[in-house]
């Protein structure tokens, strides 16, 4: 039980600390997070508080502001590995931009970049740019959603793009 708590406090001072290449990676490897080499972690980056020790980060890997490393999908007491705690692992010279969430059993590649905003749920291959394609106009808004309007109307109102 005080290690949970020590653990967590750790994690929690290791969101909001200075020196992303150097306390905020100390306060994770004194969680349990295995972290291999001279890594940059960002403010604000969640890395997973149930399974620490399931998350390994190797050399030179950068993490972006904000970015969610997450190794477990269930709710409620800590469980063991076989009960739905996953791995991730990170490579070498890996870029993660801001905004990114890494799920469960996700192995990301040597060189790869993850674009900002992605939702990585499976394997990235090595020295890939990973992420969904570029923003674009979906359909045209004929009632815009503001306060007033319901959601039903706003979105009876929307007329694809031809």
């Not at 969640?46 to 972006?64: A, K, M, R, S």
């Not at 904000?66 to 996953?86: F, K, N, Q």
């Not at 499976?122 to 815009?144: I, S, T, Y």
Request: glycine share 10%.
């Amino acid at each position: 039980m005080i290690r949970c708590l020590w653990v967590r406090f750790l994690h929690k001072l290791a969101q909001w600390a200075p020196g992303g290449s150097s306390l905020r990676p100390w306060l994770h490897r004194r969680r349990g997070v295995d972290i291999r080499g001279r890594v940059w972690i960002s403010q604000q980056v969640f890395i997973d508080d149930l399974h620490p020790e399931n998350v390994t980060i190797h050399d030179n890997v950068t993490i972006g502001l904000r970015t969610s490393i997450v190794t477990h999908l269930y709710w409620g007491p800590r469980r063991s590995d076989e009960e739905g705690a996953g791995k991730v692992v990170i490579e070498r010279d890996v870029f993660i931009g801001p905004h990114c969430v890494i799920l469960p059993d996700v192995h990301i590649g040597e060189g790869a970049v993850i674009k900002a905003g992605t939702v990585v749920s499976r394997n990235v291959p090595p020295r890939v740019l990973w992420g969904h394609p570029q923003a674009e106009a979906l359909a045209r808004v004929m009632v815009p959603l503001v306060p007033g309007q319901s959601y039903k109307g706003f979105a009876a109102g929307l007329r694809p793009l031809r």
